[in-house]
């Protein structure tokens, strides 16, 4: 059961994002593909976070998270920030640098979701980076969007 999970889940197309927090001294990002638009009004957002992320206990603490949207290009971002550490990658300002956009949220509530938590967040500032193609995880790898030229 758990190989065939994971294999369909891997036929969903999922555009990638970082989650990122601050609390006091401590800043951590996390590579997350579980993130979802869940409500206009209220303006909601919400993530599949692991139990045992770093991110989590922080975006507790600060009652406070950042979701930076990656563009094509970014999957060194993506890989740093999922564990597989590339130089020169980091935050800049709480937020990945050159994303599509980013989402400043509160958090609203957190649900548990099994071995994950299911983090739902009110947005209340928003940057739009420039337009372009996202970055998207399909059947565990990088792809390209076919984008009008
Ligand atoms: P850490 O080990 O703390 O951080 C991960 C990496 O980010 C480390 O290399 C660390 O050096 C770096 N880092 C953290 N903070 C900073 C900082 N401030 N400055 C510079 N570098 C920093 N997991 C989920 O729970 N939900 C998902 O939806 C999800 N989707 C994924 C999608 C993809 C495409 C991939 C590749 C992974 C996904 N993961 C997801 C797995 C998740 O990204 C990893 O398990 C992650 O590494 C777990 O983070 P950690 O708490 O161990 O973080």
């Not at 927090?21 to 993530?47: D, K, N």
């Not at 930076?68 to 999957?75: A, N, P, V």
Request: glycine fraction near 12%.
């Amino acid at each position: 059961m758990k190989d065939l999970f994971k294999e369909a889940m891997s036929r969903f197309a999922a555009g990638v994002t970082v989650v990122s927090a601050r609390h006091g001294e401590e800043e951590r990002g996390m590579t997350a593909t579980a993130f979802m638009s869940l409500s206009l009004e209220p303006p909601l957002v919400a993530l599949g976070i692991w139990q045992g992320a770093k991110v989590l206990p922080l975006l507790e603490a600060a009652q406070a998270f950042a979701v930076s949207l990656l563009r094509e290009g970014q999957e060194g971002v993506s890989e740093h920030f999922a564990g597989r550490p590339r130089d020169g990658v980091g935050l800049t300002a709480g937020r990945v640098e050159g994303a599509l956009a980013v989402l400043r949220c509160r958090l609203e509530a957190v649900y548990p979701g099994g071995d994950h938590r299911l983090v739902v967040g009110r947005v209340e500032a928003l940057e739009l980076g420039e337009m372009g193609p996202p970055l998207v995880y399909f059947a565990r790898g990088y792809r390209r969007l076919v984008w009008p030229s």
